[in-house]
């Protein structure tokens, strides 16, 4: 099924991506194929203290993406920040359906859902 927004939740070890439209949701986790592979600092380690980024996930992510024409990302903490960075070098066409990219700690789907639909309501209302 084809919806208009999808909300992405993520942090180093899953993504909660929801598609949804007025009365559907779809929903779908994505996890690392490496569960120990960690996206966030590794401080007191030899090197800058950074992990190396997990493209194949964020990868994953941008292909569990596909379809929406407007897409709000959302996370605690840095993860959020490199998924658009990966999508900006590797994943064009998803670039222009980016809309805003939010700090959120650990909601339910359901709360996600509802976040997500109130920030695109508020986006509307402002164009």
Do not use: C
């Not at 700090?103 to 508020?122: G, S, W």
């Amino acid at each position: 099924m084809s919806h208009f927004h999808a909300v992405v939740w993520i942090d180093h070890s899953e993504a909660h991506v929801i598609h949804f439209s007025p009365d559907d949701v779809e929903q779908f986790v994505v996890r690392p194929n490496h569960p120990h592979h960690k996206v966030h600092s590794t401080a007191g380690t030899l090197g800058d203290g950074k992990a190396p980024v997990d493209k194949d996930f964020f990868h994953r992510v941008a292909q569990a993406l596909a379809g929406a024409q407007e897409i709000l990302v959302v996370g605690p903490a840095q993860a959020k920040l490199q998924l658009v960075k990966h999508i900006h070098a590797h994943d064009a066409a998803l670039v222009p359906k980016l809309i805003g990219v939010e700090t959120v700690d650990h909601p339910t789907d359901a709360q996600l859902v509802a976040y997500a639909r109130k920030y695109f309501r508020a986006k509307d209302r402002m164009l």
